[in-house]
T-cell receptor
């Protein structure tokens, strides 16, 4: 099992562009979490998804941010019209059904907005 | 409001010395706490959870509800313990294990 995969590892965007961050959970894992880490800060919860369902998006900014976890394929975190304040490391974590208390983290995507 | 506080940004000890990484929390519900660790150039990984009452790599952590603390301890630090340590509080319900993290403590164990 290769572990949670995230790509790209580094993403550079200009203000106003769109950023798409991908997360492939571990095989058999049906729960996906996205977290954001600003410099010098801890990880902040953004959204919790199960296959085809958003369960908790209480940490997502109201505008420009969206997430999905389709039946097939990776989970996607999409940021439209990026601004400099979106520059951060974005981490994805997954957990299996029945062992939800253990989250396996991906290596993160570092987004830089110029 | 839920909050996790790790008061020490940096902690430096010598090999063989005891180490304690502090964590305090604020939460109105029944707390579930975790310690995560990130070694250099590796991804964040679970170290231990209070509910298991386990010892991993010589580390232990006891939940003290009176002091709202979950400090991580090890009696004899090793150089390979050098890493970033994050305390985390579960703030979701049911199958939702969303976590609130502290800002982390960078532990350096000197030879």
């Amino acid at each position: 099992n290769a572990g949670v995969m995230q790509n790209p590892r580094h993403l550079v965007r200009r203000r106003g562009q769109e950023a798409r961050l991908r997360c492939s959970p571990m095989k058999g894992h049906s729960h996906v979490y996205w977290y954001r880490q600003l410099p010098e800060e801890g990880l902040k919860f953004m959204v919790y998804l199960q296959k085809e369902n958003i369960i908790d998006e209480s940490g997502m900014p109201k505008e420009r941010f969206s997430a999905e976890f389709p039946k097939e394929g990776p989970s996607i975190l999409r940021i439209q019209q990026v601004v400099r304040g979106d520059s951060a490391a974005y981490f994805c974590a997954s957990s299996p059904q029945g062992m939800e208390d253990t989250q396996y983290f991906g290596p993160g995507t570092r987004l830089t907005v110029l | 409001a839920q909050r996790v506080t790790q008061p020490e940004k940096l902690l430096s000890v010598f090999k063989g010395a005891p180490v304690e990484l502090k964590c305090n929390y604020s939460y109105s519900g029944s707390p579930e706490l975790f310690w995560y660790v990130q070694y250099s150039r590796q991804r964040l990984q679970l170290l231990l959870r209070h509910i298991s009452r386990e010892s991993i790599k010589g580390f232990t952590a006891d939940l003290n509800k009176g002091e709202t603390s979950f400090h991580l301890k090890k009696p004899f630090a090793q150089e390979e313990d050098s890493a970033m340590y994050y305390c985390a509080l579960r703030t979701g319900g049911g199958s939702n294990y969303k976590l609130t993290f502290g800002k982390g403590t960078l532990l350096t164990v000197n030879p």
